[in-house]
């Protein structure tokens, strides 16, 4: 995740690339960089190989610039479903696809910086900023869920403005609980629970992205926005006492 | 009272655990499941059911179990001593447990992970569809003692069968396959990566195992450019300063350290019962000769109701032959477990 949004387009490579993991299965990447299309790409991607029902593939995803294709390898030659992906990578220009639809927009109450996410300031000095101007920028950009995961449900959101492509910290902070709101490199990741991190913790929020007990585990999805509106300190104790669900107090609404 | 195991004590890291859950990866959530699959199969054959019943996982020590009515039941992986009321009873194999007797389990001998297989297997709650604890998930817990294990309905009353396991806990050969980065490492690398004798080091869990190696590192060009992408189990992600990490079931869907390749998933096995310090050494196939080895082990494993053999008690090698309950038998028949639950 280093720095990939500044990188250059790797120019020596030719994109779409199609290649086998192990005997797990197959990946069509769309790009040697974190970009806005390879994401959208990717998540397009992901839909029209789910719609063709394909009986080798077991379970599918999409990552930041990938679709990945679960499928035994040791059953099934990988050669035939290779071409059949490169036909359907031909079919259409998947860099220019649309977002999907029924995408929800998420606007979830966020404590920025205090005792309860106390890397706000040196985050803000990183990127040039005081902190209201910080907490203005991170509070305003509608951010992207690229791909969920890493741990259940964590949602990878981008972008924030160029100079937020704050490097991650040398030394891991040991311990952010859940629903910590953390930055690097333009994204934020929104931790489902407690759990180590080298990226600088911003905001405090009751949006768990994992709810095992729920008849929604997981309730985010790739392409869904999310907006992390500033609340007082009063104002998020109250939703936290009030709001025991892991919906953190959010208010959604389907995006177009 | 209901089938069940009364837990009299338990090792640190014993779990319910089973064949993992799929349909998940697009959420975030790895397959995880037991340590050693294989083990899940042998059980399963040794109790005549399905592998994806539902078992208890105990981590390098077993612990001492209470029976409420007759159990059968079977042990793999990792091998333990096992005593039931005292008497010694043998590993990779199935026995009767009957009413109030105790089965005790020790530390492992060989290996790292042991299963107590149970006939109906354990009739724990489901997380997300599934028995099987994911522990860096938060779904389920390591069991306790005072722990009651609910045991479900058994079809047969068979015991008395053991299985040769496929070789598997003393590390060794571990055979792999490219995978979607390993055009990243040199030629040079990858024949120098297959050519280092590994140690399993202590540093591991279940998303993780680090290899220790005495040398310079394995790391790639362009290390710090690739963009966080799918991980799988049993793929070898080399970290910044140079050292493999074998990524073990638990591990996390995506992952930002470029992969020379994947183990097959029938040597995970044997990564995840390579005891500390043992020696691993890293053999790369072609995708072909992987999938043909691959398919080869899962059919072994898919004949293995056909392979188990009844056990032949010689009663010279039973250490202590008048502490056998050899009268229980007739005892426990009143209790057929099928007029139970």
Not at chain 2, 100 to 108: F, T
Request: glycine share 10%; aromatic share 8%; net charge negative.
């Amino acid at each position: 995740m280093k720095n990939l949004m500044t990188e250059k387009f790797e120019t020596q490579e030719t994109w779409p690339q199609i290649k086998t993991v192990g005997l797990a299965g197959v990946i069509v990447t769309f790009s040697g960089v974190l970009s806005e299309p390879a994401n959208r790409a990717a998540i397009a991607f992901l839909a029209a190989v789910r719609a063709a029902e394909w009986e080798e593939v077991e379970e599918s995803n999409s990552t930041l610039v990938s679709t990945f294709l679960k499928i035994d390898l040791s059953v099934y030659r990988p050669e035939p479903i290779i071409e059949r992906l490169q036909n359907l990578v031909d079919s259409r220009d998947w860099l220019a696809a649309p977002l999907p639809s029924g995408r929800t927009l998420w606007r979830v109450p966020t404590l920025f910086g205090t005792d309860r996410a106390p890397e706000l300031a040196e985050a803000a000095e990183l990127a040039g900023q005081t902190i209201e101007q910080a907490i203005t920028d991170l509070s305003t950009t509608s951010m992207r869920v690229l791909t969920i995961g890493f741990a259940p449900g964590q949602p990878y959101l981008g972008t924030l403005p160029d100079y937020w492509n704050i490097p991650r910290q040398t030394k891991i902070t040991p311990n952010v609980p859940a629903g910590s709101l953390v930055t690097a490199v333009r994204q934020f990741c929104l931790f489902p629970y407690a759990t180590p991190t080298g990226w600088r913790h911003v905001g405090a929020t009751g949006f768990l992205s994992f709810r095992p007990k729920s008849e929604r585990p997981f309730p985010l999805s790739p392409g869904d926005e999310m907006i992390f509106d500033p609340v007082t300190e009063a104002e998020f104790l109250k939703i936290e006492s009030s709001d025991q669900s892991g919906n953190g107090g959010a208010q959604t609404e389907m995006l177009k | 009272m209901n089938r069940a195991l009364i837990v009299r004590s338990i090792g640190p890291a014993a779990a319910i655990q089973d064949l993992g859950r799929t349909g998940f990866m697009s959420a975030g959530l790895t397959r995880g499941g037991a340590s050693d699959p294989a083990a899940l199969h042998e059980g399963a054959a040794l109790l005549g059911q399905m592998p994806s019943c539902a078992v208890l996982e105990m981590a390098g020590m077993g612990g001492v179990f209470e029976a409420t009515s007759d159990i059968r039941i079977a042990l793999s992986g990792a091998v333990m001593d096992a005593t039931i009321d005292g008497a010694t009873v043998q590993w990779n194999s199935s026995h009767l447990l009957s009413a109030c007797s105790v089965l005790k389990i020790g530390a492992a001998r060989r290996g790292n992970f042991g299963y107590l297989h149970v006939g109906g297997g354990f009739a724990t709650p489901s997380y997300l569809g599934t028995q099987g604890c994911h522990m860096s998930a938060g779904l389920g817990r390591l069991i306790a003692e005072g722990d009651i294990l609910p045991v479900g309905k058994d079809a047969s009353t068979d015991t008395g069968f053991y299985v040769v396991p496929e070789q598997r806990l003393d590390g060794g050969k571990i055979r792999f396959v490219r995978s979607m980065q390993s055009d990243k490492f040199e030629d040079s690398t990858m024949t120098r990566f297959t050519k280092t004798e590994f140690r399993r080091d202590p540093r591991g869990n279940r998303q993780g195992i680090r290899m220790d190696f005495d040398g310079k590192g394995f790391q790639s060009g362009g290390q710090l450019n690739i963009v966080s992408e799918v991980t799988i189990a049993g793929d070898i992600q080399i970290t910044g300063d140079g050292t493999p990490f074998v990524l073990m079931h638990e591990c996390q869907t995506t992952g930002g350290y470029p992969r020379i390749g994947t183990i097959l998933p029938c040597d995970l096995n044997k990564v995840s019962q390579a005891p500390i310090g043992s020696s691993l050494k890293f053999e790369l196939l072609t995708l072909e000769e992987g999938a043909a080895i691959q398919a080869r082990a899962s059919a072994v494993l898919s004949g293995l109701r056909k392979s188990i053999k009844p056990l032949i008690r010689d009663v010279t090698t039973i250490q202590d032959l008048l502490s056998y309950q050899l009268i229980s038998g007739a005892i426990s028949a009143k209790n057929a477990p099928l007029d139970e639950g």
